[in-house]
């Protein structure tokens, strides 16, 4: 073994290898014999690889060295390197690296002078490196070696913002480069080394994809016996041993990820560092190797280290300000190195200069090689800090937060400065929440400096002045909305203050009426539930709808209204094209159809549905695999069917025929058909395409196609009668329209088709059964008003029934049963007798009355007769014509003048109607008797 004392460590970690240490750099010795037969068949090499692939240590301890010791062929041993990185300045670089003593500096005295003049024969013209050279008068042995290192460097030079002249001067040092490389009179070199992911940057300046294509090396992959020499040669220079068990699992770790190269050198220099600290006797073994969290690990558990140590709260947040700066992940989301002074850092972190420097000492010291320059080289103000390398950006897991942070922070910066340029030409207002909302919460938690914003725009100020002009509008705002909220709260205590002088006289009264007015108040509480009832059928799926008395259809039709203009005006809001936004845009229009079909607005109803159906076939189309938006589809179908078909009932000139209505029913049914069999448990999905069946089934009963309406309704019924077993959601929970309802509608409409039909018995047990279910539906929820008008419907379905089959005795009970509803339902409330009483009583003392007591009720029942018996006539159902004309013939004398006269008049025509219609049937009959 080799004493301890002549032990070192031999891995540099994340930098690369330096010139002087090419007595440690292994493995590459093939590709150093290329790189110098490129560069002797061409002045101008482009070193191309990935980030990590090792190029930069490639050219300092590979090929520099060798330049050096005189292998490049008829060149010889003499060479004044220049090596820089573009940066910020890329002309003004080149200039400072020839002016080193070594290159065609000047003497101490005269360095700054000469370092001027180098920089302005440079920029003198695309002949400026090849005049400084001359100027120089070196020896004509000598060799000039140009490396230009992290070249991509320039491709964000020439982007940048804040440099209003950067595309030219980069095109312009890429001239220089080039000039010199073209050029006989001096042997001048140019070596670059790009990131192979900008490669396709070059295009950008004229000539320079030629040039790097006549004299390009990629570096190639180490194989694995040139990676094991690079890992066990250091080591067995710096005085080690390391065991071949560890050396095989650095390559299966390694394995084909060779862009990791400077992340395998930090671990191995942590490793040594552990085994060097920890050390039995034995070699380097897998023990230390995993003590310092292997090669996932070892970086980001170091660098956390560092920051640690940072102990202060002030110390870690410039160590973040730091590192935020150093990274650049906006301008370039591949992410670079962004090199910067220390002057710089101390503007953006709003500290000292002396501050900044021992956060960075902290990370560049020795075994920490995570900041440059190295530690042997004191900082002062003018000293270019830079990460090591960029495999810090994607190892280290804070400095990854970081990089996002600070890509979102400029982000919302520049957004803010583009506002505010466009604020101060005219072309936008002031920011208004959300984006404010944003900028403000923005700047609170970055504490955005001048120094900071510089490098993504240099309108700073003019950018804070626009979010605080927008800060102060919001405010003005706020404050006089908060004074009209003050107002009206002003005035509401002072309607509350006269409203409670008329409480206080009406406690007065409050023992009189107490009965009274809890009365009032179960009448409003139903009245209500009628309204909700009403409004919520716009999006139930059902057949038909019942009418609303009259109080409550004024108030339906103003809610209605007031919906329709809500969601008009949410349609005109909706104007972004991705998918969710056009679902949300589409089912606006369908309550839109829902709305107008309910205002009996057949014409905008129809319109709507079909925007509906359109935008939805468009989305079905893009994710054919989406249920919703087939459910939804079918549902516009279903309801612009529904609708055509009420509006063919009121108006038959209208532009459709039955054929367009049975033709959406059936892409309704096609639809749900889909669902039903890809989702055979789905209740809804069941229970709308049993719907569909019963919708379709009307229209083709009103068609007298009986027999396919009679497969619809026994298809609905197929549908529903499993769900009213399973008792499903909608039945438990008492949201939504239950089966059992859906299921009592179709048995009332296929007892009334087979009543038709002439199958009595059937049609009684269907509609027995309807009516089984209502009076289910009405004992649960007793103040549901439709239930109970469509079992007034059902009772008086059966009546008739009963009459057809000759059982006088049930046609009367279930006729009384159904009178008793509607009158039930007619009922006006308890106050509103009362008030009706006393007006009657009133009305007695003025002295003998005229005016029946129940006369607008008889009126509108007499003119309900009437209508009956018009339509009887028309018909040819004279019995029920001649019934009709009798009972309007008993309310006559309850209605008063001059309604009585009028439907007396009425009276007359239709018996006198109905006398001529009965002669000529009876003639009809005694010519078809004599005819035979």
Same mark, same amino acid.
């Given at each position: 073994?080799?004493?301890?004392?002549?032990?070192?460590?031999?891995?540099?970690?994340?930098?690369?290898?330096? !010139?002087?240490?090419?007595?440690?750099?292994?493995?590459?010795?093939?590709?150093?014999?290329?790189?110098?037969?490129?560069?002797?068949?061409?002045?101008?090499?482009?070193?191309?690889?990935?980030?990590?692939?090792?190029?930069?240590?490639?050219?300092?301890?590979?090929?520099?060295?060798?330049?050096?010791?005189?292998?490049?062929?008829?060149?010889?041993?003499?060479?004044?390197?220049?090596?820089?990185?573009?940066?910020?300045?890329?002309?003004?670089?080149?200039?400072? !690296?020839?002016?080193?003593?070594?290159?065609?500096?000047?003497?101490?005295?005269?360095?700054?002078?000469?370092?001027?003049?180098?920089?302005?024969?440079?920029?003198?013209?695309?002949?400026?490196?090849?005049?400084? /050279?001359?100027?120089?008068?070196?020896?004509?042995?000598?060799?000039?070696?140009?490396?230009?290192?992290?070249?991509?460097?320039?491709?964000?030079?020439?982007?940048?913002?804040?440099?209003?002249?950067?595309?030219?001067?980069?095109?312009?040092?890429?001239?220089?480069?080039?000039?010199?490389?073209?050029?006989?009179?001096?042997?001048?070199?140019?070596?670059?080394?790009?990131?192979?992911?900008?490669?396709?940057?070059?295009?950008?300046?004229?000539?320079?994809?030629?040039?790097? @294509?006549?004299?390009?090396?990629?570096?190639?992959?180490?194989?694995?016996?040139?990676?094991?020499?690079?890992?066990?040669?250091?080591?067995?220079?710096?005085?080690? +041993?390391?065991?071949?068990?560890?050396?095989?699992?650095?390559?299966?770790?390694?394995?084909?990820?060779?862009?990791?190269?400077?992340?395998?050198?930090?671990?191995?220099?942590?490793?040594?560092?552990?085994?060097?600290?920890?050390?039995?006797?034995?070699?380097?073994?897998?023990?230390?190797?995993?003590?310092?969290?292997?090669?996932?690990?070892?970086?980001?558990?170091?660098?956390?280290?560092?920051?640690?140590?940072?102990?202060?709260?002030?110390?870690?947040?410039?160590?973040?300000?730091?590192?935020?700066?150093?990274?650049?992940?906006?301008?370039?989301?591949?992410?670079?190195?962004?090199?910067?002074?220390?002057?710089?850092?101390?503007?953006?972190?709003?500290?000292?200069?002396?501050?900044?420097?021992?956060?960075?000492?902290?990370?560049?010291?020795?075994?920490?090689?995570?900041?440059?320059?190295?530690?042997?080289?004191?900082?002062?103000?003018?000293?270019?800090?830079?990460?090591?390398? +960029?495999?810090?950006?994607?190892?280290?897991?804070?400095?990854?937060?970081?990089?996002?942070?600070?890509?979102?922070?400029?982000?919302?910066?520049?957004?803010? %400065?583009?506002?505010?340029?466009?604020?101060?030409?005219?072309? $936008?207002?002031?920011?208004?929440?959300?984006?404010?909302?944003?900028?403000?919460?923005?700047?609170?938690?970055?504490?955005?400096?001048?120094?900071?914003? /510089?490098?993504?725009? %240099? %309108?700073?100020?003019?950018?804070?002045?626009?979010?605080?002009?927008?800060?102060?509008?919001?405010?003005?705002?706020?404050?006089?909305?908060?004074?009209?909220?003050?107002?009206?709260?002003?005035?509401?205590?002072?309607? $509350?203050?006269?409203?409670?002088?008329?409480?206080?006289?009406?406690?007065?009264?409050?023992?009189?009426?107490?009965?009274?007015?809890?009365?009032?108040?179960?009448?409003?509480?139903?009245?209500?539930?009628?309204?909700?009832?009403?409004?919520?059928?716009?999006?139930?799926?059902?057949?038909?709808?019942?009418?609303?008395?009259?109080?409550?259809?004024?108030?339906?039709?103003?809610?209605?209204?007031?919906?329709?203009?809500?969601?008009?005006?949410?349609?005109?809001?909706?104007?972004?094209?991705?998918?969710?936004?056009?679902?949300?845009?589409?089912?606006?229009?369908?309550?839109?159809?829902?709305?107008?079909?309910?205002?009996?607005?057949?014409?905008?109803?129809?319109?709507?549905?079909?925007?509906?159906?359109?935008?939805?076939?468009?989305?079905?189309?893009?994710?054919?695999?989406?249920?919703?938006?087939?459910?939804?589809?079918?549902?516009?179908?279903?309801?612009?069917?529904?609708?055509?078909?009420?509006?063919?009932?009121?108006?038959?000139?209208?532009?459709?025929?039955?054929?367009?209505?049975?033709?959406?029913?059936?892409?309704?049914?096609?639809?749900? *058909?889909?669902?039903?069999?890809?989702?055979?448990?789905?209740?809804?999905?069941?229970?709308?395409?049993?719907?569909?069946?019963?919708?379709?089934?009307?229209?083709?009963?009103?068609?007298?196609?009986?027999?396919?309406?009679?497969?619809?309704?026994?298809?609905?019924?197929?549908?529903?009668?499993?769900?009213?077993?399973?008792?499903?959601?909608?039945?438990?929970?008492?949201?939504?329209?239950?089966?059992?309802?859906?299921?009592?509608? /179709?048995?009332?409409?296929?007892?009334?088709?087979?009543?038709?039909?002439?199958?009595?018995?059937?049609?009684?047990?269907?509609?027995?059964?309807?009516?089984?279910?209502?009076?289910?539906?009405?004992?649960?929820?007793?103040?549901?008003?439709?239930?109970?008008?469509?079992?007034? *419907?059902?009772?008086? @379905?059966?009546?008739?029934?009963?009459?057809?089959?000759?059982?006088?005795?049930?046609?009367?009970?279930?006729?009384?049963?159904?009178?008793?509803?509607?009158?039930?339902?007619?009922?006006?409330?308890?106050?509103?007798?009362?008030?009706?009483?006393?007006?009657?009583?009133?009305?007695?003392?003025?002295?003998?009355?005229?005016?029946?007591?129940?006369?607008?009720?008889?009126?509108?029942?007499?003119?309900?007769?009437?209508?009956?018996?018009?339509?009887?006539?028309?018909?040819? %159902?004279?019995?029920?014509?001649?019934?009709?004309?009798?009972?309007?013939?008993?309310?006559?004398?309850?209605?008063?003048?001059?309604?009585?006269?009028?439907?007396?008049?009425?009276?007359?025509?239709?018996?006198?109607?109905?006398?001529?219609?009965?002669?000529?049937?009876? *003639?009809?009959?005694?010519?078809?008797?004599?005819?035979?």
């Amino acid at each position: 073994m080799t004493p301890p004392g002549s032990l070192f460590n031999p891995f540099p970690g994340l930098r690369p290898f330096d !010139s002087d240490e090419d007595h440690l750099f292994f493995g590459r010795e093939k590709q150093i014999d290329e790189l110098l037969r490129c560069l002797r068949s061409c002045r101008f090499l482009a070193v191309i690889g990935t980030s990590g692939s090792g190029k930069s240590s490639l050219i300092r301890s590979g090929l520099i060295p060798a330049l050096q010791s005189g292998f490049m062929a008829k060149a010889g041993s003499s060479w004044r390197i220049a090596t820089f990185r573009p940066g910020e300045d890329p002309t003004g670089h080149l200039a400072a !690296s020839l002016n080193a003593r070594d290159v065609l500096g000047a003497n101490a005295e005269l360095a700054s002078t000469n370092h001027v003049l180098l920089e302005a024969t440079l920029h003198r013209g695309t002949l400026g490196l090849v005049d400084a /050279v001359r100027q120089a008068r070196i020896p004509r042995q000598d060799n000039i070696l140009i490396v230009v290192d992290q070249f991509e460097e320039l491709f964000r030079f020439r982007q940048s913002c804040q440099i209003g002249n950067s595309r030219d001067e980069a095109i312009a040092f890429v001239k220089l480069l080039l000039e010199a490389a073209q050029q006989d009179e001096f042997p001048i070199y140019i070596v670059v080394t790009i990131r192979s992911d900008f490669i396709g940057d070059c295009m950008e300046f004229p000539g320079l994809p030629e040039v790097v @294509n006549n004299g390009q090396y990629l570096v190639p992959r180490m194989t694995r016996n040139e990676l094991r020499r690079a890992i066990a040669g250091p080591v067995a220079v710096g005085g080690a +041993e390391i065991t071949p068990r560890l050396v095989l699992r650095l390559l299966n770790e390694v394995g084909n990820d060779h862009d990791q190269l400077p992340v395998l050198q930090h671990a191995l220099m942590r490793t040594w560092d552990h085994w060097q600290h920890h050390q039995q006797g034995g070699p380097i073994d897998i023990a230390d190797y995993e003590a310092i969290g292997t090669l996932r690990q070892a970086l980001s558990l170091h660098a956390e280290e560092a920051y640690q140590e940072t102990s202060s709260h002030q110390g870690q947040q410039i160590a973040e300000r730091m590192f935020k700066a150093l990274t650049d992940t906006f301008s370039d989301p591949r992410g670079i190195r962004r090199p910067m002074s220390v002057r710089q850092l101390s503007a953006i972190c709003e500290v000292s200069e002396a501050e900044v420097i021992h956060i960075v000492d902290m990370f560049r010291r020795p075994g920490r090689s995570f900041l440059m320059p190295p530690p042997a080289k004191p900082l002062d103000s003018r000293s270019i800090v830079d990460l090591s390398h +960029e495999s810090l950006m994607r190892c280290w897991t804070r400095l990854i937060t970081w990089a996002e942070e600070e890509r979102v922070s400029a982000r919302m910066y520049t957004r803010l %400065s583009q506002a505010s340029a466009w604020f101060e030409e005219g072309t $936008a207002g002031l920011w208004h929440n959300p984006e404010l909302e944003l900028g403000v919460k923005w700047k609170q938690q970055n504490h955005p400096t001048e120094a900071w914003a /510089v490098r993504y725009n %240099s %309108s700073f100020a003019r950018a804070l002045d626009f979010l605080e002009r927008s800060e102060k509008e919001r405010d003005r705002i706020e404050a006089e909305r908060e004074k009209e909220r003050k107002n009206k709260l002003r005035l509401a205590w002072a309607v $509350a203050a006269a409203l409670g002088v008329l409480l206080l006289v009406a406690l007065s009264y409050y023992y009189v009426a107490r009965r009274e007015t809890a009365r009032a108040e179960t009448n409003l509480e139903l009245a209500k539930k009628a309204v909700d009832e009403s409004l919520s059928s716009a999006g139930r799926e059902q057949g038909r709808e019942s009418p609303d008395p009259p109080q409550l259809e004024q108030f339906r039709q103003e809610l209605l209204k007031k919906a329709e203009e809500f969601y008009s005006s949410s349609l005109a809001k909706q104007s972004r094209n991705d998918p969710e936004f056009r679902a949300e845009s589409a089912l606006l229009h369908s309550k839109m159809g829902d709305i107008n079909r309910l205002l009996e607005k057949h014409e905008d109803a129809v319109a709507q549905y079909n925007d509906v159906i359109v935008e939805f076939q468009k989305l079905r189309q893009e994710n054919p695999q989406n249920a919703a938006y087939r459910e939804k589809l079918a549902y516009a179908h279903n309801w612009l069917g529904e609708t055509l078909r009420l509006w063919l009932q009121e108006t038959p000139d209208v532009p459709y025929k039955r054929s367009d209505v049975e033709s959406e029913y059936d892409s309704a049914v096609h639809l749900q *058909q889909e669902l039903h069999s890809e989702f055979p448990q789905n209740a809804q999905y069941q229970q709308e395409l049993a719907r569909t069946y019963y919708n379709r089934g009307i229209l083709r009963y009103d068609g007298k196609d009986l027999k396919a309406s009679e497969s619809d309704f026994d298809d609905a019924i197929q549908l529903l009668e499993p769900l009213v077993e399973k008792k499903t959601a909608s039945q438990i929970d008492g949201l939504g329209d239950p089966p059992s309802h859906d299921l009592a509608r /179709v048995c009332n409409n296929l007892g009334n088709l087979l009543k038709d039909e002439g199958e009595l018995s059937k049609a009684q047990h269907l509609f027995e059964r309807a009516i089984g279910i209502l009076e289910d539906l009405a004992r649960i929820n007793p103040d549901h008003w439709e239930y109970k008008y469509e079992l007034a *419907q059902f009772y008086n @379905n059966l009546a008739i029934l009963f009459y057809y089959e000759g059982d006088l005795s049930q046609a009367k009970q279930r006729s009384h049963q159904a009178i008793d509803l509607f009158e039930e339902l007619a009922t006006p409330a308890p106050s509103l007798e009362s008030e009706r009483a006393k007006a009657h009583l009133f009305h007695l003392l003025l002295g003998p009355s005229q005016h029946p007591e129940l006369h607008v009720l008889n009126k509108h029942l007499a003119e309900q007769y009437e209508k009956l018996a018009r339509d009887s006539i028309q018909s040819g %159902s004279l019995d029920l014509a001649e019934v009709a004309i009798r009972s309007l013939a008993t309310v006559l004398p309850e209605i008063a003048e001059p309604d009585r006269s009028r439907l007396t008049k009425s009276y007359q025509e239709l018996e006198k109607e109905l006398k001529e219609k009965a002669n000529q049937g009876k *003639q009809t009959r005694t010519r078809g008797r004599g005819s035979k």
